[in-house]
T-cell receptor, first 111, second 115 residues
């Protein structure tokens, strides 16, 4: 079946630093979603992308839909302690309504 | 802001018992989903539901699982005879379902512990 890979698996950064993480797939997706999950809670939608090449921002977050439609990245600028959590990408193709999730990137922000 | 709500937040059950997890999707959404997340692992798709029937299901969603929309607002996941490996967080999600503009919104999850 379809699988997504995310890198890095985990990262430790200093407060104030910028963060970049990405998501890749062997198959084409037509929608990319980025989520943040805090412990014991449900994933919260951060950014949705619908067109190849699309660049979308939400506050300090910026995400792009790769031109090949097989990847996407998420950047966080000027990280703060509450950015700590697991970031998941999810992709959807045109053949079904299922969203496939990546394994997540665990972000730790050091004060 | 509209949200997906789930009950119970936590359920502990004995192996072999039946469990029903409940969800109220966002009211104008048309597609409903159940996902599962075993502790420390990724979110796994179980099933999607549209127009009162299953539209897709994964290999995890075997004969022990069933879904139902018993009325106009609730969407339920039933596990007929729970196994130890069913212990996980179960997330309900809903979407407008429109390709290329649809967003998937999750509930807070129901933690199932099978003893």
């Amino acid at each position: 079946g379809q699988q997504l890979n995310q890198s890095p698996q985990s990262m430790f950064i200093q407060e104030g630093e910028d963060v970049s993480m990405n998501c890749t797939s062997s198959s084409i997706f037509n929608t990319w979603l980025w989520y943040k999950q805090d412990p014991g809670e449900g994933p919260v939608l951060l950014i949705a992308l619908y067109k190849a090449g699309e660049l979308t921002s939400n506050g300090r977050l910026t995400a792009q839909f790769g031109i090949t439609r097989k990847d996407s990245f998420l950047n966080i600028s000027a990280s703060i302690p509450s950015d700590v959590g697991i970031y998941f990408c999810a992709g959807q193709d045109n053949y079904g309504q299922n969203f496939v999730f990546g394994p997540g990137t665990r972000l730790s922000v050091l004060p | 802001e509209p949200e997906v709500t789930q009950t119970p937040s936590h359920q502990v059950t004995q192996m072999g018992q039946e469990v029903i997890l409940r969800c109220v999707p966002i009211s104008n959404h048309l597609y409903f989903y159940w996902y599962r997340q075993i502790l420390g692992q990724k979110v796994e798709f179980l099933v999607s539901f549209y127009n009162n029937e299953i539209s897709e299901k994964s290999e995890i969603f075997d004969d022990q699982f069933s879904v139902e929309r018993p009325d106009g607002s609730n969407f339920t996941l039933k596990i007929r005879s729970t196994k130890l490996e069913d212990s996980a967080m179960y997330f309900c999600a809903s979407s407008t379902g429109t390709t290329n503009t649809g967003e998937l919104f999750f509930g807070e999850g129901s933690r199932l512990t099978v003893l």
